[in-house]
């Protein structure tokens, strides 16, 4: 069974051995068209039964621009609302800037999914601490060009042999600020950021042992849906990459990952049930 998640007001359970978050993309330039769908795809997963969505204004995909802080304001918050008039649904905001985060958090968001691991705004940390609030933690390799305001692909510089240690050790560091921030413990996710800036092997290394990333003490997400990881070895672009996904989740949720990030909400719940059910039964 997941790891349960201390909402502010709530506690979060699940019969299954994870939890399925649900993508909402409120930006048109997501890798996946379909993850676009504003209000209309947040009823969609809600009715296919997510157990949270995740709600993003600002693409994190390569070569994607940052944008400031007032846009992202505009894209995320009206769907914060519309959500909250039919559905009580734990709500995650991906991003890293407390302007957002707090507007959200006032429409009536739960969560703070952070790609930055809560080091690209310092007022962050105190203010997820102060609203008892959850915070997702992510390692990213990827650096931004300070010119231009992109991202960029480049890879991390370790072999498969480093690269676990490497993410565990930022994560664990990362996690530490939030304790020391007054974040509790209880209240923080870690993600190893697959495909954020790094390469075949070193996603392989990290999907085969993130349920072990900060010695378990923390829940792990993991963020795999349709990734280019699956594409390198399948060879299928964006549109058929379901199937690897949900090997690789399933893989992860057997070694201890708590929570499945997704686009394919419907499917992904089939696994999480399916692998309940292996697990369930009697020897």
């Avoid at 991202?151 to 996690?175: C, K, P, W």
């Avoid at 600020?177 to 870690?190: R, S």
């Avoid at 999907?207 to 829940?219: P, Q, T």
Wanted: hydrophobic letters at 45%; charged letters at 30%; proline letters at 2%.
């Amino acid at each position: 069974m997941a790891k349960p998640i201390f909402l502010k007001d709530r506690i979060l359970s699940t019969e299954n051995p994870a939890f399925v978050m649900g993508i909402v993309n409120a930006n048109a330039d997501s890798f996946w068209e379909k993850s676009r769908g504003g209000v209309r795809l947040a009823k969609l997963l809600v009715r296919q039964g997510a157990d949270i969505l995740d709600i993003g204004g600002e693409s994190t995909r390569p070569g994607s621009e940052y944008i400031d802080a007032k846009e992202e304001l505009r894209r995320v918050v009206p769907l914060v609302k519309k959500i909250r008039k039919f559905s009580d649904i734990p709500i995650s905001i991906d991003t890293r800037k407390y302007d957002v985060m707090s507007a959200a958090f006032d429409a009536g968001a739960d969560i703070l999914n952070d790609v930055s691991a809560l080091e690209d705004d310092s007022r962050l940390a105190k203010f997820a601490a102060r609203e008892k609030i959850p915070v997702i933690l992510m390692h990213n390799a990827m650096k931004k060009n300070s010119c231009k305001q992109e991202r960029n692909s480049a890879i991390m510089n370790e072999g498969e042999e480093n690269v676990f240690s490497q993410v565990d050790e930022y994560l664990t560091r990362r996690a530490q600020f939030a304790l020391e921030n007054g974040i509790a413990a209880e209240k923080i996710i870690v993600d190893p950021g697959i495909g954020f800036g790094k390469d075949r092997a070193q996603n392989a290394v990290l999907i085969k042992d993130a349920g072990k990333l900060c010695g378990g003490n923390f829940s792990v997400l993991m963020g795999l849906s349709r990734k280019r990881f699956f594409g390198e070895i399948c060879g299928r672009n964006v549109s058929e990459r379901l199937f690897g996904t949900i090997a690789a989740n399933a893989y992860s949720v057997l070694n201890g990952v708590s929570i499945v990030r997704v686009h394919d909400v419907d499917a992904a719940l089939d696994m999480v049930k399916v692998l309940k059910e292996i697990l369930n039964v009697c020897c």
